[in-house]
């Protein structure tokens, strides 16, 4: 028995019987051939993070576009938190904190630049429409190195149900759902704050008294909520109390944050960017780089246009931007 056989018994006697299994998973789209250290949920973790995509996040906008300052919270940032969030409830609740973290891992590596605004541009000016919840699954399955990174059907269904109505098939992936949410609303809160968009003050009171005034407060009692809430249980969720406190909490970050905050005024700018390289593009396919100009003897152009925006950093956007609009100083020597 090697190594990886080992881990895969070991699950069968550690973890509940709601958890994923290593050995039961339903495999990869290839026959690739196992890795007689790493289970196959191990090795899904490990090619995420060394993945061009995972690298790319460190200089994607999570709410506020370029902030000045080192403590803002990126998208990378971000994916760590939610990923040290899941593994919390994943261990606690006996299921398996591989596949939980690989799905937390890759969960926005197909994140436009500009964050949500990037997703609302390129979902209004592509004729099919874009959601990052289908572009990461993209990424992950054709995208990252022209092939795709083959990963395990559980980690593809957990990114493709990271957020939306749909839930995941599997109780790791549920996990994420909620550890998403618990990340982006007490990072959001707190950027917020030290960006002086919202005070201390403001925050809704009774989400206060529900969930705790400081983050490391809310933080505590969400993640405690749905490990007591769904232990030995089917489903992942909180108890209805805290549930209604970070619904409302939420609905408050939307209404004061996410639309139409002084924090989101170069959202405006972000947009007239975005759209302006997509129409060039359009008009000038044969100038993209040479990996999406080939693809453009296959696939839609489009498509391919929506891959290649869509896999910028909010610095190479900007870049490309002032690289096809803006004239460069004419020197006299």
């Not at 799905?103 to 959601?131: M, Q, R, W």
């Not at 909620?178 to 707190?190: F, G, M, Q």
């Not at 359009?282 to 100009?293: G, H, K, T, W």
């Not at 080939?294 to 870049?319: F, H, P, S, W």
Request: hydrophobic letters at 30%; a neutral charge; charged letters at 30%.
């Amino acid at each position: 028995m090697n190594i990886r056989e080992d881990r895969e018994q070991l699950e069968k006697t550690i973890l509940s019987k709601y958890a994923t299994l290593s050995i039961n998973s339903k495999g990869r789209k290839s026959q690739a051939t196992q890795c007689n250290i790493r289970t196959i949920f191990q090795r899904d973790k490990d090619k995420i993070i060394h993945s061009k995509s995972f690298r790319r996040l460190k200089h994607k906008t999570q709410v506020f576009i370029s902030p000045e300052g080192d403590h803002y919270r990126t998208r990378l940032t971000h994916t760590l938190e939610v990923s040290q969030i899941a593994r919390t409830i994943s261990r606690a609740l006996k299921l398996n904190e591989d596949l939980t973290e690989a799905i937390a891992l890759g969960h926005d590596l197909g994140h436009t630049p500009f964050g949500h605004t990037g997703e609302k541009v390129l979902n209004e000016i592509c004729s099919y429409g874009f959601n990052h919840n289908e572009q990461s699954l993209r990424v992950v399955e054709h995208l990252e190195n022209g092939v795709g990174l083959d990963l395990s059907w559980e980690v593809c269904d957990g990114i493709l149900h990271h957020s939306g109505k749909e839930r995941s098939q599997t109780l790791e992936g549920e996990i994420v759902h909620l550890s998403d949410r618990i990340a982006y609303i007490n990072h959001d809160i707190d950027d917020a704050i030290r960006g002086g968009v919202i005070t201390q003050k403001e925050l809704p009171k009774y989400c206060m008294e529900v969930l705790g005034i400081t983050r490391r407060e809310r933080i505590d009692r969400m993640v405690k909520s749905v490990i007591y809430t769904s232990y030995d249980k089917e489903h992942v969720k909180m108890d209805d109390e805290i549930q209604a406190a970070t619904t409302q909490l939420r609905k408050f970050l939307f209404d004061q944050v996410y639309i139409g905050s002084k924090a989101k005024e170069e959202e405006v700018k972000a947009s007239f960017i975005l759209t302006s390289i997509f129409q060039y593009f359009r008009s000038n396919p044969e100038e993209l780089s040479d990996e999406y100009v080939q693809r453009l003897k296959e696939e839609d152009k489009e498509r391919v246009i929506c891959d290649y925006i869509a896999g910028m950093t909010d610095r190479y956007a900007i870049n490309k931007f002032r690289e096809l609009f803006i004239p460069d100083p004419w020197r006299v020597y």
